[in-house]
């Protein structure tokens, strides 16, 4: 979204504008439902973290003060904390979570559908090895697509941090998938 829209949008919504905040909510929901998707068990998880994350918005709009940087940064840092506070609720192990996630389906292609759905799984866990800030920089550099500069100011650190976080989430996610038997 443009930054000057969003601006007006935001000022608008702080006004209590309901189409301003519809209008932020639908530039940034899938964004932030993928950021979190990328981080949780599964998709109702995301789900629900994704609604705690504009209703949080929501709740702290009158309070917002623009300070340079886009209200998407704000929202990242929201859905980290709310993904964040949901591990500290529910600790479940592996085991649990793998259960959890396993579809009972009819398909006629049944095999690709399990194929891809058992890549997905040990992508997921994979990534579920590295740290909060690999996974995290994984996720928002190529998921979302996001530059270095773009990275680093989500994350809150410098340009060179990012590169050297990269570099080790690449290697430890490569370590990971090794482990699991993919060969380079």
């Not at 309901?18 to 993928?34: H, P, T």
């Not at 918005?57 to 886009?70: A, G, I, N």
């Not at 006629?108 to 994979?126: N, T």
């Amino acid at each position: 979204m443009e930054r000057q829209r969003e601006q007006a949008l935001i000022k608008a919504a702080q006004r209590g504008d309901q189409n301003a905040f519809a209008a932020l909510y639908r530039a940034y929901v899938d964004k932030i439902y993928r950021y979190i998707l990328l981080r949780v068990e599964s998709a109702q998880t995301a789900e629900d973290l994704t609604a705690e994350v504009f209703l949080r918005m929501l709740e702290s709009l009158p309070k917002y003060e623009d300070r340079s940087t886009p209200l998407l940064v704000w929202l990242y840092r929201i859905a980290h904390a709310r993904v964040i506070d949901h591990y500290r609720r529910y600790r479940r192990t592996a085991e649990q979570a793998a259960l959890d996630s396993v579809e009972i389906r009819t398909d006629l292609d049944l095999d690709s559908g399990l194929v891809s759905q058992y890549r997905a799984d040990q992508l997921r866990a994979a990534l579920s090895q590295l740290t909060d800030s690999q996974r995290q920089v994984i996720i928002l550099r190529f998921v979302e697509g996001y530059n270095l500069e773009a990275t680093a100011q989500v994350m809150n650190k410098t340009v060179d941090a990012i590169k050297a976080l990269q570099y080790r989430a690449l290697q430890a996610l490569a370590a990971a998938l090794r482990a699991q038997g993919y060969e380079e």
